[in-house]
T-cell receptor, first 113, second 109 residues
Framework: GAVVSQHPSWVICKSGTSVKIECRSL??????MFWYRQFPKQSLMLMAT?????????EQGVEKDKFLINHASLTLSTLTVTSAHPEDSSFYIC?????????FGPGTRLTVL | GIQVEQSPPDLILQEGANSTLRCNFS?????LQWFHQNPWGQLINLFY???GTKQNGRLSATTVATERYSLLYISSSQTTDSGVYFC???????????FGKGTRLHILP
Protein backbone atom coordinates (compact mmCIF):
# COMPACT_ATOMS: atom_id res chain seq x y z
CA GLY A 1 0.00 0.00 0.00
CA ALA A 2 0.81 3.74 -0.10
CA VAL A 3 2.17 3.86 -3.64
CA VAL A 4 2.98 7.14 -5.37
CA SER A 5 3.72 7.40 -9.08
CA GLN A 6 5.29 10.14 -11.15
CA HIS A 7 5.15 10.77 -14.84
CA PRO A 8 7.28 11.13 -16.81
CA SER A 9 10.28 9.44 -15.21
CA TRP A 10 12.60 11.49 -17.35
CA VAL A 11 12.25 14.34 -19.83
CA ILE A 12 14.59 16.28 -22.08
CA CYS A 13 13.41 19.60 -23.43
CA LYS A 14 14.70 22.69 -25.16
CA SER A 15 15.30 25.91 -23.29
CA GLY A 16 12.19 28.07 -23.18
CA THR A 17 9.63 25.28 -23.24
CA SER A 18 7.32 24.26 -20.40
CA VAL A 19 7.27 20.83 -18.82
CA LYS A 20 4.50 19.26 -16.75
CA ILE A 21 5.18 16.55 -14.17
CA GLU A 22 2.35 14.52 -12.66
CA CYS A 23 2.29 13.01 -9.19
CA ARG A 24 -0.40 10.47 -8.31
CA SER A 25 -1.25 8.62 -5.13
CA LEU A 26 -2.42 5.27 -6.47
CA UNK A 27 -4.08 3.59 -3.52
CA UNK A 28 -4.90 6.37 -1.10
CA UNK A 29 -6.19 9.91 -1.08
CA UNK A 30 -3.83 12.71 -0.19
CA UNK A 31 -5.03 16.11 0.87
CA UNK A 32 -1.43 17.25 0.96
CA MET A 33 1.39 16.57 -1.45
CA PHE A 34 4.90 17.99 -1.51
CA TRP A 35 7.34 18.83 -4.29
CA TYR A 36 11.11 18.59 -3.87
CA ARG A 37 14.11 19.04 -6.09
CA GLN A 38 17.42 17.30 -5.67
CA PHE A 39 20.73 18.18 -7.31
CA PRO A 40 23.39 15.50 -7.77
CA LYS A 41 24.86 14.22 -4.49
CA GLN A 42 22.79 16.70 -2.51
CA SER A 43 19.82 16.47 -0.21
CA LEU A 44 16.16 17.02 -1.03
CA MET A 45 15.06 20.63 -0.95
CA LEU A 46 11.38 21.31 -0.38
CA MET A 47 9.92 23.54 -3.08
CA ALA A 48 6.27 23.74 -2.13
CA THR A 49 3.38 22.19 -0.26
CA UNK A 50 0.41 21.37 -2.43
CA UNK A 51 -3.04 21.29 -0.84
CA UNK A 52 -6.06 19.90 -2.66
CA UNK A 53 -8.45 22.64 -3.67
CA UNK A 54 -6.27 25.54 -2.58
CA UNK A 55 -3.17 27.42 -3.61
CA UNK A 56 0.22 25.87 -3.02
CA UNK A 57 2.52 27.20 -0.33
CA UNK A 58 5.97 27.90 -1.71
CA GLU A 59 9.21 27.84 0.22
CA GLN A 60 11.31 30.96 0.40
CA GLY A 61 13.30 31.51 -2.78
CA VAL A 62 11.08 29.37 -5.02
CA GLU A 63 9.47 31.33 -7.85
CA LYS A 64 5.76 30.56 -7.85
CA ASP A 65 5.32 31.90 -11.39
CA LYS A 66 8.02 29.60 -12.68
CA PHE A 67 6.99 26.45 -10.82
CA LEU A 68 3.21 26.20 -11.16
CA ILE A 69 1.53 23.69 -8.89
CA ASN A 70 -2.02 22.42 -9.25
CA HIS A 71 -3.65 19.95 -6.87
CA ALA A 72 -6.94 19.35 -8.65
CA SER A 73 -7.97 16.14 -6.92
CA LEU A 74 -7.15 14.05 -3.87
CA THR A 75 -4.93 11.79 -5.97
CA LEU A 76 -3.22 14.13 -8.41
CA SER A 77 -0.85 17.07 -8.14
CA THR A 78 1.03 18.57 -11.08
CA LEU A 79 4.18 20.67 -11.26
CA THR A 80 4.73 22.73 -14.38
CA VAL A 81 8.17 24.19 -14.97
CA THR A 82 7.51 27.19 -17.19
CA SER A 83 10.04 28.57 -19.65
CA ALA A 84 12.61 26.04 -18.53
CA HIS A 85 16.30 26.91 -18.61
CA PRO A 86 19.38 24.72 -18.18
CA GLU A 87 19.67 25.72 -14.52
CA ASP A 88 16.26 24.10 -13.94
CA SER A 89 17.76 20.72 -14.82
CA SER A 90 17.36 18.59 -11.72
CA PHE A 91 15.68 15.56 -10.17
CA TYR A 92 12.14 16.47 -9.11
CA ILE A 93 10.46 14.29 -6.50
CA CYS A 94 6.93 14.42 -5.13
CA UNK A 95 5.50 12.93 -2.00
CA UNK A 96 2.00 12.36 -0.69
CA UNK A 97 1.01 12.58 2.94
CA UNK A 98 -0.81 9.67 4.56
CA UNK A 99 -1.54 10.33 8.23
CA UNK A 100 1.92 11.16 9.62
CA UNK A 101 4.13 9.70 6.91
CA UNK A 102 5.20 10.98 3.51
CA UNK A 103 5.38 8.46 0.67
CA PHE A 104 7.59 9.37 -2.25
CA GLY A 105 7.27 8.99 -5.98
CA PRO A 106 10.18 7.61 -8.02
CA GLY A 107 11.20 11.05 -9.25
CA THR A 108 11.43 12.82 -12.60
CA ARG A 109 14.79 13.67 -14.10
CA LEU A 110 14.54 16.90 -16.09
CA THR A 111 17.27 17.93 -18.51
CA VAL A 112 16.96 21.29 -20.23
CA LEU A 113 19.17 21.77 -23.26
CA GLY B 1 13.84 26.90 11.15
CA ILE B 2 14.89 23.52 12.41
CA GLN B 3 18.42 22.43 11.53
CA VAL B 4 19.20 18.79 10.84
CA GLU B 5 22.69 17.34 10.92
CA GLN B 6 23.59 13.81 9.95
CA SER B 7 26.80 11.94 10.60
CA PRO B 8 28.93 10.50 9.27
CA PRO B 9 28.56 11.97 5.76
CA ASP B 10 30.13 8.90 4.19
CA LEU B 11 30.61 5.35 5.38
CA ILE B 12 32.28 2.41 3.66
CA LEU B 13 31.85 -1.01 5.24
CA GLN B 14 32.45 -4.63 4.44
CA GLU B 15 29.43 -6.85 3.96
CA GLY B 16 28.32 -8.28 7.29
CA ALA B 17 29.40 -5.28 9.36
CA ASN B 18 27.13 -3.26 11.63
CA SER B 19 26.69 0.50 11.46
CA THR B 20 25.15 3.37 13.38
CA LEU B 21 23.95 6.54 11.66
CA ARG B 22 23.17 9.64 13.67
CA CYS B 23 20.73 12.51 13.20
CA ASN B 24 20.86 15.61 15.40
CA PHE B 25 18.17 18.27 15.26
CA SER B 26 18.08 21.76 16.69
CA UNK B 27 14.55 22.04 18.08
CA UNK B 28 11.62 20.02 19.36
CA UNK B 29 10.00 17.88 16.69
CA UNK B 30 6.77 15.95 16.41
CA UNK B 31 7.76 14.22 13.21
CA LEU B 32 10.95 12.33 12.42
CA GLN B 33 11.36 9.93 9.55
CA TRP B 34 14.24 7.86 8.22
CA PHE B 35 14.50 7.10 4.51
CA HIS B 36 16.78 5.10 2.27
CA GLN B 37 17.38 6.48 -1.22
CA ASN B 38 18.45 3.70 -3.53
CA PRO B 39 20.84 4.20 -6.46
CA TRP B 40 17.87 4.84 -8.79
CA GLY B 41 16.66 7.74 -6.68
CA GLN B 42 13.64 6.12 -5.05
CA LEU B 43 13.11 7.04 -1.41
CA ILE B 44 11.99 4.15 0.72
CA ASN B 45 10.34 4.70 4.07
CA LEU B 46 12.22 3.06 6.92
CA PHE B 47 10.76 4.46 10.12
CA TYR B 48 8.41 7.10 11.43
CA UNK B 49 9.94 7.63 14.86
CA UNK B 50 9.53 11.00 16.64
CA UNK B 51 10.36 9.20 19.89
CA GLY B 52 11.12 5.74 21.21
CA THR B 53 12.56 2.67 19.56
CA LYS B 54 11.43 0.59 16.60
CA GLN B 55 12.82 -2.44 14.83
CA ASN B 56 12.23 -3.88 11.40
CA GLY B 57 14.37 -6.88 10.55
CA ARG B 58 18.04 -5.88 10.45
CA LEU B 59 17.19 -2.22 10.93
CA SER B 60 16.28 -0.45 14.12
CA ALA B 61 15.97 3.15 15.17
CA THR B 62 15.93 5.07 18.40
CA THR B 63 14.95 8.69 18.94
CA VAL B 64 15.71 10.49 22.19
CA ALA B 65 13.51 13.53 21.73
CA THR B 66 14.62 15.27 24.93
CA GLU B 67 18.23 15.19 23.73
CA ARG B 68 17.33 15.93 20.10
CA TYR B 69 18.91 13.05 18.31
CA SER B 70 17.98 9.86 16.52
CA LEU B 71 20.06 6.81 15.65
CA LEU B 72 19.59 4.31 12.85
CA TYR B 73 21.22 0.92 13.31
CA ILE B 74 21.93 -1.44 10.45
CA SER B 75 23.11 -4.92 11.39
CA SER B 76 24.72 -7.55 9.18
CA SER B 77 24.99 -5.14 6.25
CA GLN B 78 24.28 -6.37 2.74
CA THR B 79 25.32 -4.81 -0.56
CA THR B 80 21.68 -3.90 -1.17
CA ASP B 81 21.87 -1.61 1.86
CA SER B 82 24.09 0.75 -0.15
CA GLY B 83 22.68 4.16 -0.91
CA VAL B 84 21.95 7.36 0.97
CA TYR B 85 20.16 7.40 4.30
CA PHE B 86 18.21 10.55 5.10
CA CYS B 87 16.74 11.76 8.34
CA UNK B 88 13.90 14.28 7.99
CA UNK B 89 12.17 16.18 10.78
CA UNK B 90 9.14 18.39 11.19
CA UNK B 91 7.55 20.52 13.88
CA UNK B 92 4.15 19.06 13.25
CA UNK B 93 3.03 15.49 12.83
CA UNK B 94 1.38 15.97 9.45
CA UNK B 95 3.22 18.89 7.91
CA UNK B 96 6.35 19.52 5.90
CA UNK B 97 9.63 17.86 6.86
CA UNK B 98 13.18 19.13 6.49
CA PHE B 99 15.86 16.76 5.26
CA GLY B 100 19.39 16.39 6.56
CA LYS B 101 22.23 16.08 4.08
CA GLY B 102 22.25 12.32 4.40
CA THR B 103 24.79 9.58 5.07
CA ARG B 104 26.14 7.88 1.95
CA LEU B 105 26.64 4.20 2.75
CA HIS B 106 28.66 1.88 0.55
CA ILE B 107 28.74 -1.81 1.41
CA LEU B 108 31.58 -3.75 -0.18
CA PRO B 109 31.04 -7.40 -1.16
Amino acid sequence: GAVVSQHPSWVICKSGTSVKIECRSLDFQATTMFWYRQFPKQSLMLMATSNEGSKATYEQGVEKDKFLINHASLTLSTLTVTSAHPEDSSFYICSAQLVDTQYFGPGTRLTVL
Amino acid sequence: GIQVEQSPPDLILQEGANSTLRCNFSDSVNNLQWFHQNPWGQLINLFYIPSGTKQNGRLSATTVATERYSLLYISSSQTTDSGVYFCAVGENRDDKIIFGKGTRLHILP
